[in-house]
């Protein structure tokens, strides 16, 4: 029995292939033309809200120097900004600040420089696998947790021993700010050690080095200026804590070197104007704003230091 089957009757036809390779092709092109306009976006998120943030800052810093003048501002030692004549010298921010900063890292950098010896030189697989988790846990912990541990049991604890130590003093929360940011020069400083290579330390060792000396000797200098960076990075995140020193180094203005005493830094004194009764438009308000201002040059100006000896005194292997 004859039948009558036509074996093109399910074949599509070539021109609508070719119409539908076309079609395909067309919007897979559109799509590869649209992705690096969608990732530039992306990317440039970041470039255009630092410049909102720089003109907002140096907008009303420019309207806070029309009233206080710049030499006032960044050479008085007197800063009263809610007096009947009030002051605004920012000097006892920068010598808190600072005072601060150095306690932390006189904390942070011989036990982060130290962890990151033992986790790099001496621990096996194993341990450093275990214990630099461990480490990293305390830079996970609220900065305000760090405030209320620094002023409930570390201030305290430093009056039992030194009873010239006020209440709220700036020693305190430098201390507790060096313990927060160890994880971040302990880590940073291992990794930049773990980088150089072991025929460094085989070639110490062959000539008869121990692994102390080979340690200090050799692994240390050629990671040194990861190490330095990441003293300069923890420098920086001390600068711009807040709320440790905001809640236990108190809020008196003072321009002194006794760090047994109260004193404020820049970070406090932002959060004191923002969340206090400085009408909008008041000189007091604007001094927020150019406090705010030198705060971001300081740390700006650490981050790019921390970038060009990083780059300066890389060592490539």
């Known amino acids: 029995m004859a039948t009558n089957s036509n ?5 599509v036809p070539v021109r609508e292939m070719i119409e539908k390779k076309k079609s395909s092709k067309n919007i ?3 799509f590869e033309k649209l992705v690096p306009t969608i990732l530039f976006l992306f990317a440039i998120v970041s470039i255009l809200t630092t410049i909102g943030i720089i003109y907002t800052l ?3 810093t420019i309207e806070f120097f029309k009233r206080v003048p710049i030499t006032e501002f960044f050479t008085s030692t007197e800063l009263n900004p809610l007096s009947q004549n009030p002051d605004f010298g920012i000097l006892p921010l920068i010598n808190g600040t600072i005072l601060s900063s150095l306690i932390a890292m006189l904390v942070a950098g011989p036990i982060g420089i130290m962890a990151a010896v033992y986790l790099s030189e ?3 697989d194993k341990v450093r696998r275990t214990l630099k988790p461990m480490l990293e846990v305390l830079a996970g912990v609220p900065t305000i947790v760090y ?3 620094a002023f409930t049991f570390v201030t305290p604890l430093l009056r039992s021993i030194w009873p010239a130590v006020d209440a709220t003093n700036i020693l305190s929360p430098g201390i507790v700010m060096g313990i927060m940011i160890i994880p971040m020069i302990a880590s940073l400083s291992e990794d930049a050690m773990s980088s150089v290579p072991n025929s460094m330390r085989e070639g110490a060792f062959a000539l008869g080095a121990t692994r102390l000396e080979s340690t200090f000797k050799v692994v240390i200098p050629a990671a040194l200026s990861g190490i330095i960076a990441s003293f300069i990075l923890g420098i920086s995140r001390a600068i711009g804590e807040t709320m440790i020193v905001t809640i236990a180094s108190g809020s008196s203005k ?3 070197f006794d760090i047994t005493q ?4 820049m970070t406090a004194y932002i959060v004191e104007v923002a969340g206090g009764e400085a009408p909008a438009g008041s000189t007091i308000y604007f001094s927020l704003y150019a406090v705010a201002m030198t705060l971001f040059v300081f740390t700006l100006l650490m981050n790019l230091l921390a970038r060009y000896i990083t780059r300066k005194f890389r060592e490539e292997y």
């Open 58 to 60: 140096f907008s009303e």
């Open 122 to 124: 001496y621990a096996s």
């Open 147 to 149: 405030g209320f541990f």
């Open 262 to 265: 109260s004193m404020q830094t």
């Open 28 to 30: 897979s092109s559109v």
């Open 254 to 256: 003072n321009f002194t």
């Open 7 to 11: 074996p093109n009757k399910n074949a």
